[in-house]
């Protein structure tokens, strides 16, 4: 119990996939509202057939609510669509990232509501994460603010102001405020994760129940409906693949179902190429890309740091060994005439005093981490 406490109070995890769901969903958004550019007034604006009258019917029964439909000027509409994509934009570049976090989600939930008929499971899917990523740091890594942080250290670490005497009122409100925020955000990273488990587990379920998926034609169906076939040649073509039909039929469904059990284990990093795999398929012969980038960015939650801060190095050294090979590229000469300083680590000697990044938090001049 107690170290369930501790992971949850005393340790941000998995910030650098709060960060790349941060980054993939403002980006999905934003190619969205870019994309629908040319057709936002059929669709949201005051030319749509479904008026913003109708849609305030339907929030009474539903209790959904939108922006959108505060004015019925179209400068008002307008307006609203510039902001959408500005936010977007911003909320992926991780500019003041908590308070345009919840600006985000506003967003996509109004035009989600304003048009509820017209969307789909990707568009349902963004919109959960969008509330649920208000709850997490998902702005400390691969951001705007992380980026100022850093430099903020930088500059205050060359001129350390001296040591202050603060009250411990102080120093207890910025100990509560460091668990309050570390136990939010992990709380949310895990209900992003047991959503998306239970995505998967009820969608293969669903499929079980299904004498399609049980005799291994379902696939065949889909490959045939004219409203998902983008490309009618090479659905035809895969269709032809009777075996492979079948297989991918099922293995599906063995995906779907077994992923949340096993999402423990270290089967997971074979099973998440997979389920990348299903989606690009999903994406190409179904005609869904925006639903497949949903779900693949999703899948990201379950990635720890580690895994990142390794392709991260391993991504350094190899920009290292190309860098190196090139024809002409300078390799640094070791100076032999001064000797190599030793480290206080090697001469057993303990740091002189705590770092500037140190001192700051000690005198509450600075945030926390």
């Known amino acids: 119990m107690r170290s369930c406490r501790v992971a949850l109070t005393e340790q941000v995890g998995y910030l650098y996939a709060a960060a790349v769901l941060r980054i993939g969903y403002g980006f999905l958004y934003l190619v969205f509202l870019l994309r629908e550019f040319p057709h936002r007034d ?42 959408g994509i500005v936010t977007s934009l911003l909320f992926m570049l991780g500019w003041r990232a908590r308070a345009v976090s919840v600006a985000f989600a506003v967003i996509v939930a109004s035009f989600h509501a304003r048009t509820i008929f017209m969307t789909d499971g990707g568009d ?37 102001p001296a040591p202050t005497e603060i009250s411990s009122f102080r120093l207890q409100f910025g100990t509560t405020r460091r668990y309050l925020v570390t136990l939010i955000h992990n709380c949310g990273m895990l209900v992003i994760a047991a959503q998306v488990c239970l995505l998967y587990g009820a969608a293969g379920l ?11 034609t379902a696939l065949h169906y889909a490959l045939n409906l004219d409203l998902f076939r983008p490309w009618p040649a090479l659905s035809q073509m895969v269709d032809r693949q009777t075996i492979f039909i079948a297989v991918a039929g099922y293995l599906t469904v063995l995906l779907q179902v077994a992923f949340p059990c096993l999402l ?5 990093y074979a099973l998440l190429p997979m389920l990348l795999g299903m989606h690009v398929g999903i994406a190409v012969l179904m005609g869904l890309p925006y639903f497949s980038a949903a779900m693949i960015v999703a899948d990201a939650v379950f990635l720890p740091d580690r895994f990142y801060t390794s392709v991260a190095r391993f991504l350094r050294r190899k920009g290292g060994r190309e860098a190196d090979g090139r024809p002409g590229a300078a390799t640094p000469a070791k100076s032999s005439l001064l000797p190599s300083q030793p480290r206080s680590a090697d001469m057993g000697q303990k740091p002189l005093g705590p770092t500037g990044t140190d001192r700051r938090f000690a005198t509450g001049s600075a945030p926390p981490p």
């Not at 992380?146 to 930088?154: D, Q, Y």
């Not at 423990?264 to 997971?268: D, G, H």
């Open 264 to 268: 423990f284990s270290r089967l997971k």
């Open 124 to 160: 349902n899917l963004i919109l959960l994460m969008s509330l649920y990523l208000c709850l997490t740091a998902c702005g400390r890594r691969w951001s705007l603010d992380a980026r100022r942080r850093r430099l903020h250290s930088s500059a205050a670490g060359a001129g350390l």
């Open 206 to 216: 669903y499929k079980v129940q299904g004498s399609f998926w049980g005799d291994g």
């Open 42 to 83: 059929e669709i949201w604006g005051p030319g749509s057939p479904w008026t913003p009258a109708l849609a305030n019917e339907l929030f009474v029964q539903t209790g959904w609510s939108s922006i959108l439909t505060l004015s019925p000027g179209r400068l008002y509409f307008e307006t609203c669509y510039t902001l």
